[in-house]
């Protein structure tokens, strides 16, 4: 098993920035992916950013050029550093681990409201 505990979230105003921290615990393997995806009220949850234990990272076009992710392999913990926020960026936002089938935990979320 695999515990996520996630801090950062809050409230910013549009053009602000913040930045999320997600620490694991547990059986984590040297190799997966740690990311972040965000969900709003009726709407799936989507991808943010993900970046692989390599360094490889991917990103949703709509946060491109203003967010970053990266990791602390020796912590196990993944880092959102999001800037420029906007009122669009609101949501719940929630940490995942994925070290291959049936091995993917979550966090609890953390909201983040970005106020115009």
């Known amino acids: 098993q695999v515990q996520l505990v996630e801090s950062g979230g809050g409230l910013v105003q549009a053009g602000g920035s913040l930045r999320l921290s997600c620490a694991a615990s547990?059986?984590?393997?040297?190799?997966?992916?740690m990311g972040w995806y965000r969900q709003t009220p009726g709407k799936q949850r989507e991808l943010v950013a993900a970046?692989?234990?390599?360094?490889?990272?991917n990103y949703a076009d709509s946060v491109k050029g203003r967010f970053t992710i990266s990791r602390d392999n020796a912590k196990n913990t993944v880092y959102l550093q999001m800037n420029s926020l906007k009122p669009e960026d609101t949501a719940v936002y929630y940490c995942n681990v994925d070290q291959g089938p049936a091995d993917e935990y979550w966090g609890q979320g953390t909201q983040v409201t970005v106020s115009s």
């Open positions: 547990g059986s984590i393997f040297s190799i997966n992916t």
């Open positions: 970046i692989t234990s390599g360094g490889r990272t």
